[in-house]
């Protein structure tokens, strides 16, 4: 199979979990929004191109346009950003479109962190926007009452592993410290580890996301919730009354950080 076709395969297969989760949801239709083209007058308002050579040259961003960083992004979120620059650290840069750094509160009490980028992900440079990213979102805004902006999402790798596989050691070797260098950055009080390869670095164990799930533990002093994936509960939408389970463990923590 080649690049084209394995790529096809995988753009068929998010389609197919996004269907399947606007089904879980009850929606029995999809409307078409015709797309939009520009008009005359737009063109009108186009620079000559005598105009483009009088325009100074605009400096190169040091981090891409297509990243969301949050509603405002830290000193130091901006430093290991900085730091990560347009890295090549390890093989997964050679097929990535975007890095995929992270966004959100950027002195969130709540991080997540998931495993690595997807296609979508890895499309438009943000964590969590594919079918799996809804089913986050609506634990975010549904189970905990908070918006997705008031949290912080983040994976292991940064960069998209190829056709979506399980990152591999030398991979997450590289990466994790600059996921260190973030949560000291935030300084959050509770991570929800999103799966196996989530759970297993944090917590530096061998153990599966199957038993560890449900139980606190820490990570450099961070209370640690593990829990299933939401890419998972796409394919096994029964495990969601466990992954409610969890998250309720985490609200009651919550409810004592307010309560101080």
Same mark, same amino acid.
């Given at each position: 199979?080649?690049?084209?076709?394995?790529?096809?395969?995988?753009?068929?297969?998010?389609?197919?979990?996004?269907?399947?989760?606007?089904?879980?949801?009850?929606?029995?239709?999809?409307?078409?929004?015709?797309?939009?083209?520009?008009?005359?007058? /737009?063109?009108?308002? *186009?620079?000559?191109?005598?105009?483009?050579? %009088?325009?100074? $040259? @605009? =400096?190169?961003?040091?981090?891409?346009?297509?990243?969301?960083?949050?509603?405002?992004?830290?000193?130091?979120?901006?430093?290991?950003?900085?730091?990560?620059?347009?890295?090549?650290?390890?093989?997964?840069?050679?097929?990535?479109?975007?890095?995929?750094?992270?966004?959100?509160?950027?002195?969130?009490?709540?991080?997540?962190?998931?495993?690595?980028?997807?296609?979508?992900?890895?499309?438009?440079?943000?964590?969590?926007?594919?079918?799996?990213?809804?089913?986050?979102?609506?634990?975010?805004?549904?189970?905990?009452?908070?918006?997705?902006?008031?949290?912080?999402?983040?994976?292991?790798?940064?960069?998209?592993?190829?056709?979506?596989?399980?990152?591999?050691? /030398?991979?997450?070797? *590289?990466?994790?410290?600059?996921?260190?260098? %973030?949560?000291? $950055? @935030? =300084?959050?009080?509770?991570?929800?580890?999103?799966?196996?390869?989530?759970?297993?670095?944090?917590?530096?164990?061998?153990?599966?996301?199957?038993?560890?799930?449900?139980?606190?533990?820490?990570?450099?002093?961070?209370?640690?919730?593990?829990?299933?994936?939401?890419?998972?509960?796409?394919?096994?939408?029964?495990?969601?009354?466990?992954?409610?389970?969890?998250?309720?463990?985490?609200?009651?923590?919550?409810?004592?950080?307010?309560?101080?």
């Amino acid at each position: 199979m080649n690049d084209i076709e394995s790529e096809l395969l995988d753009i068929v297969s998010q389609v197919r979990m996004h269907l399947e989760y606007q089904k879980m949801l009850g929606m029995r239709s999809i409307e078409l929004i015709p797309a939009v083209t520009a008009s005359p007058t /737009d063109k009108a308002d *186009a620079p000559s191109s005598a105009n483009k050579e %009088q325009t100074p $040259a @605009i =400096k190169k961003e040091k981090v891409p346009k297509t990243e969301k960083l949050g509603p405002c992004l830290s000193a130091g979120l901006a430093a290991v950003r900085e730091d990560l620059g347009n890295c090549s650290r390890c093989k997964l840069h050679k097929g990535r479109k975007n890095i995929v750094f992270g966004e959100g509160d950027p002195n969130a009490v709540l991080v997540f962190v998931g495993e690595g980028p997807g296609y979508e992900e890895d499309q438009q440079g943000r964590p969590f926007v594919g079918a799996a990213g809804q089913l986050l979102t609506d634990i975010i805004v549904k189970g905990i009452k908070l918006r997705r902006e008031d949290v912080y999402i983040c994976n292991i790798v940064k960069c998209r592993p190829p056709n979506n596989r399980n990152p591999e050691p /030398d991979e997450i070797s *590289a990466c994790e410290p600059f996921l260190l260098k %973030q949560l000291e $950055a @935030i =300084k959050p009080k509770i991570i929800i580890a999103l799966g196996n390869i989530a759970a297993k670095t944090l917590l530096k164990t061998g153990e599966g996301i199957t038993s560890l799930r449900g139980r606190w533990q820490t990570y450099h002093g961070i209370a640690v919730m593990p829990t299933f994936h939401p890419a998972y509960l796409l394919r096994n939408p029964k495990d969601k009354a466990l992954v409610w389970e969890d998250i309720k463990k985490v609200i009651m923590e919550m409810d004592k950080i307010r309560k101080g």
